[in-house]
């Protein structure tokens, strides 16, 4: 059986010391362990900037694919074979920005995979602009009069498309990030594991101490039912996003490759592709 | 007696144009005659003008006719539109409900048929669309008990009542005209035909048969004309075969998920126009990079922007050919007859896979949509060769090593595996990288990947790259075309060799890597090379000068008004070049 360190690869990542996206890594690496994966059957796609390199840093099935397309990506590797778990990753620029609107689609077409973003609000990889989860007056080099734009909510956008997992962590908190995408890649459906992963290079205002004196924590709130959107909306709003722990999970709802009419139950990459003389002659007679 | 005659029938969209050519059509197809159609429509469901014109022959065409026989008009703006293609001894019927008046200068004869009229008394106004059917059987002297087979093929699962109702229109139509008339008009009379069972298809058609055949089992797409026929077609058969379709929320998602699949092992396709094309130009580079396979069908219509999205046109070649930042490895294929959509939409599945690069299955709209006859497709003429894919399991790697997907062989092609497989593991990404996929800027890396990977295409062996009909060693003119022009260009030769004429065509199928041997000899062996192309610019003129140079030999024969050529066009643009 594979431990986390079998997870671990020989590529040193070229983050900056502090990135709040090695504890992500390490949480991906401990939560396929801890779920008894083997490496080969875990898959993660990721887009482009910082975090998107993250695909190259896990001994599994990488795929770096393009700015904010890690979705659609990971999307077709899983319904081409629904055996894998299946993992996209990214920015928020990437996610929120660029790739908005295949968040928005993979999020109401809940396809099982899971969707984990490193928000750090802030462009990074070049070199310090604003990103749609820059507050109202970030000041970043392309905002040098603080930004003007409204930050996307997006924990509260998800749960507006339908999303059946949404959940928000942070990078101190190895335990409870390994824990939520341990769950995450075993809930049946799209999964959205947003991550305030802080950039110690060009973000000055949303530090690991900003997030550890703004984070509420759900788990802290008294009887906080995960299972009722309705009461997940009102608690969102009410800390005005900034909460940690699952959110929101339906388990009602099944997954697209449940759904989907005449989809194989084996993976499709494994099926035989020959038709016979006769299912040939079917077709052909439709055009007869 | 004719060997073919054309028909026409034209109204408002979505008063049922397109069925009464469907009914029309099919009906000729049973018979055993040759069909090819044209469909002028536009960009919105109800209203504005719209015809479907059929062609009916004895003989394989494949070009829409110059003029026109029969034209069967729901309004005055149909015939206002279209008499000017009718020939002197040609026919218009005309529902009477409307007083249809034929222009002064319109020498065709018209017949006012109450269309409208007769099917009310049946019972509802669609069936003036029969009555009309009905009419056009009494002109050309088929027995309307002959059209019964069709009639319970469209209305059977309506119920019996249905079908007969429809047969009673039909019958009433062609009453209706004998009496007027006094029987059939001897000149179009239709040799009979032989009788043989063809099938009858638009090249989308064609396209998807070829895809499903040559195991494609997911597609992802999004909806545009003149492509959508392909995903309507996976979405009916896929689920039979395990597969699916996955309508995407746009074409950049259309294109990533289809590489996306590909990659985990799938034979997947993805189908589009102009527009979606120029949205999945980055990902063909993705494919490209990665060597994915990936299969992408443009079926070209007026460009640019949205330009004429329900015309024929042929301008995305240069696109298609270079589309995509920096430079990678592609395959252009363009067949012209929907025989060869469905042999090359199932070679390029084993191309994309074999070469590990971006496919594109060019396509146009004329042949798109264009419903033509096709001669028996042969099953075993087609195969599924899926390259370089391991068969059994895979040599153990060092520890943390990863398995070389980016191994510089002698081909340039390098072994390829699916997530999942153990053993197999590596990286994969859209930066330049080394022989295990990892990230790598070193100069000389570059270069080798560089090399390694347009090394890929010297060794591809594409069968017919280019149809030919050489009738001469040496030829005053050698007339070249791709994709839908093929019917037109064939039927014109004839023309310019009774004008002592010496003529050679070539349709090239292969577009890129550019067939330049072929067309190498073909190209000495004329003194002058006239190249027809549906777009403005000459892009497959230009292509043909980079390859061959012959600058001054070459010379444009264009139209991009949004109609496909007519034969006539042609021959008369050729005797004016030569």
Excluded at chain 2, 370 to 393: A, H, M, N, W
Excluded at chain 2, 476 to 483: A, R
Aim: hydrophobic residues 35%.
């Amino acid at each position: 059986m594979a431990t986390f360190k079998d997870f671990r690869n020989s590529v040193k990542p070229n983050w900056c010391p502090g990135c709040g996206d090695f504890s992500v890594q390490a949480a991906i690496q401990r939560a396929a362990a801890n779920i008894e994966l083997e490496p080969e059957d875990l898959a993660v796609v990721s887009g482009i900037g910082c975090s998107g390199r993250i695909s190259g840093y896990i001994n599994s099935y990488g795929l770096h694919g393009i700015h904010g397309r890690s979705l659609p990506i990971a999307q077709g590797v899983k319904m081409a074979n629904r055996d894998l778990k299946v993992i996209a990753s990214g920015g928020d620029g990437d996610g929120f920005a660029i790739g908005m609107g295949h968040t928005i689609h993979a999020i109401r077409r809940n396809i099982d995979i899971t969707y984990i973003v490193m928000d750090n609000q802030i462009y990074g990889l070049t070199k310090g602009q604003t990103s749609p989860r820059s507050e109202l007056g970030f000041k970043t080099k392309s905002t040098p009069e603080g930004s003007v734009e409204s930050s996307i909510s997006i924990m509260e956008t998800a749960l507006t498309a339908g999303a059946t997992f949404v959940a928000q962590s942070f990078s101190s908190d190895l335990k409870e990030l390994t824990s939520l995408i341990e769950q995450g890649l075993q809930h049946e459906g799209f999964s959205l594991i947003n991550v305030f992963s802080p950039c110690v290079t060009y973000n000055k205002v949303n530090t690991y101490d900003w997030f550890k004196e703004h984070l509420v924590s759900l788990s802290d709130i008294e009887g906080y039912d995960a299972h009722n959107r309705m009461i997940a909306m009102q608690t969102l709003m009410e800390n005005n996003g900034l909460v940690k722990g699952l959110i929101y999970q339906n388990k009602e709802k099944k997954s697209y490759q449940d759904l989907a009419h005449g989809y194989s139950e084996t993976a499709l990459s494994k099926a035989d592709l020959s038709l016979d003389n006769k299912q040939f002659e079917e077709l052909i007679s439709e055009f007869m | 007696m004719v060997d073919q005659l054309s028909w026409k029938v034209g109204g408002q969209q979505g008063e049922g144009i397109d069925s009464t050519g469907e009914v029309f059509s099919l009906a000729q197809n049973r018979f055993g005659y040759y069909l090819y159609t044209y469909r002028h429509f536009s960009s919105r469901i109800k209203g504005g003008h719209t015809n479907n014109k059929i062609r009916v022959s004895t003989k394989e065409i494949g070009a829409v006719s110059d003029d026109l026989d029969i034209l069967v008009a729901f309004d005055q703006e149909t015939i206002d539109v279209n008499y000017h293609e009718l020939h002197d001894q040609g026919i218009i019927i005309a529902d009477s409900k409307f007083n249809p008046t034929a222009p002064e200068d319109c020498k065709a004869k018209l017949y006012a048929v109450p269309f409208s009229e007769i099917a009310n008394e049946l019972g509802t106004s669609l069936m003036k669309n029969m009555v009309a059917i009905g009419a056009t059987s009494a002109i050309l002297g088929q027995p309307t008990e002959d059209y019964r087979e069709v009639v319970q093929g469209v209305y059977g699962r309506k119920g019996e009542k249905v079908v007969e109702k429809n047969m009673d229109a039909l019958k009433r139509g062609a009453e209706y005209f004998n009496e007027q008339a006094g029987g059939p008009i001897e000149r179009l009379q239709l040799e009979k035909a032989d009788g043989q069972k063809r099938m009858f298809m638009i090249g989308n058609d064609a396209i998807s048969l070829g895809f499903l055949v040559g195991g494609v089992r997911f597609m992802s797409a999004y909806p545009i004309t003149p492509a959508s026929e392909i995903m309507e077609y996976m979405i009916k058969h896929l689920p039979k075969h395990g597969g699916t379709v996955i309508q995407t929320e746009d074409e950049i998602a259309a294109a990533t998920m289809a590489i996306g699949a590909n990659y985990a092992g799938v034979r997947t396709i993805t189908a589009s126009a102009g527009p979606g094309l120029s949205l999945m130009m980055e990902a063909i580079g993705l494919s490209g990079i990665t060597e994915t396979p990936l299969v992408i069908v443009d079926t070209q219509r007026g460009g640019p922007s949205t330009g004429l999205p329900t015309k024929q046109e042929q301008s995305d070649l240069m696109a298609m050919i270079y589309g995509t930042h920096g430079e990678i490895p592609k395959v252009v294929i363009a067949p012209s007859t929907a025989e060869e959509a469905f042999y090359d939409a199932a070679e390029a599945l084993n191309i994309a896979e074999e070469f590990q690069c971006p496919v594109i299955v060019l396509s146009d709209l004329q042949l798109s949509l264009g419903k033509q006859s096709v001669s028996p497709l042969d099953y075993s003429k087609t195969e599924i060769r899926r390259g370089k894919v391991p068969t059994g399991d895979l040599p153990e790697l060092e520890a943390k090593e990863y398995f070389k997907r980016y191994e510089d062989t002698e081909d340039g092609v390098s072994p390829r595996v699916f997530p999942g497989m153990k053993n197999g593991i590596h990286h994969v990404t859209g930066v330049e990288h080394d022989e295990t996929g990892k990230p790598s800027e070193v100069a000389g890396n570059r270069q080798t990947q560089m090399d390694k990977r347009h090394r890929k295409l010297n060794n591809l062996n594409f069968k017919t790259p280019v149809y030919k009909n050489v009738r001469h060693a040496e030829a005053d003119v050698l007339v070249v075309g791709f994709n839908s022009t093929r019917g037109a260009i064939e039927e014109m030769i004839p023309r310019l060799e009774a004008d002592g004429i010496k003529v050679n065509h070539a349709q090239i199928r292969l577009i890129h890597p550019f067939p330049t041997k072929e067309m190498e000899e073909l190209v000495d062996a004329a003194k002058t090379v006239i190249v027809v192309e549906n777009n403005s610019t000459g892009q497959l003129a230009n292509i043909m000068k980079m390859n061959l140079g012959n600058l001054d030999k070459i010379k444009n024969l264009l139209k991009y008004n949004g109609n496909p050529f007519l034969p006539t066009e042609i021959y008369t643009k050729c005797k004016e070049l030569l």
